[in-house]
């Protein structure tokens, strides 16, 4: 229970990651408000935490509107008093189709969606997260999603600059609100099979030969799952991690390493 009672909003839940995380975090006692951009997804994610005996609210809310983040966090409070942690996992892979564009081949529109939702909404998150600590007296935690795209030339370029990007404002922030007794960590994934980066709903089938694929790519030769991801976030949200800070975790099967 290494969350128990605590109050939690997850961006991005209703699929993957965040819906990993949502049912990791709720079997560990978190009261959780699950947000996503997709309704049913988040209701859905809600519905399965609380038939296994969880508290989870599902909200609709868009990371790119500053105040539909800010709202999903006074949802929380409402609900259950306070905020103690902030999860900022939304985020997609490059353009609708789910496919890694070069750089040369990407338009406005690839690049606005891309630095809106991957930066600017983990940007949103931590300003909404933050304001509310310092109105609570200090304390809380914040977990961003980024990426192993993000520390080294790997993927998508303009994916791995925006994940860049959230990597500088962990490290940042970290440092910023120190002080307050606010910690802000990130976890780095490698390459998952999960409908992440699409809008569609249809995500990557994992078939065989994908799950392989993506498994060659990792030295432990093991395909990163959802729930790897939400394991380091319930540590780095969890106070295992108490004294952890500016933090940017691997889950990677050692791709950094090799």
Known sequence: MLLEGKSV????AGSGVGRAASLL???????????????????????????????????????RVY???????????AAYGRLDVMYNNAGVATATDGRPH???????????????????????????AVRTFLKQGGGGVIVNTAS????????????????????????????????HGIRVNSVCPAG?????????????EADDDKVAAYAAQHPLGRVIEPVDCANAALFLASDLSRNVTGVLLPVDGGKIAG
Do not use: P
Not at 102 to 128: K, M, P, T
């Open 9 to 12: 909003v997850i961006t991005g």
């Open 25 to 63: 975090f709720a079997q560990h006692g978190a009261r959780l408000v699950c947000v996503d951009i997709n309704m049913e997804w988040a209701e859905e994610t809600a519905r399965q935490v609380r038939e296994a005996g969880g508290m989870a609210e599902a909200l609709r809310c868009d990371v």
């Open 67 to 77: 105040d539909e983040v800010a709202g999903a966090i006074d949802r929380a409070v």
């Open 102 to 128: 070069r750089l040369i081949d990407q338009d406005d529109g690839d690049f606005e969606r891309l630095v809106s939702i991957n930066f600017r909404g983990v940007v949103y998150g931590c300003q909404a």
């Open 148 to 179: 192993v795209a993000g520390m080294i030339g790997w993927g998508g370029v303009m994916y791995g600059a925006t994940k860049g990007a959230v990597i500088q404002l962990t490290r940042g922030l970290a440092i910023e609100v120190a002080s």
């Open 192 to 204: 998952m099979v999960t409908n992440f980066g699409r809008d569609d709903g249809q995500g990557f």
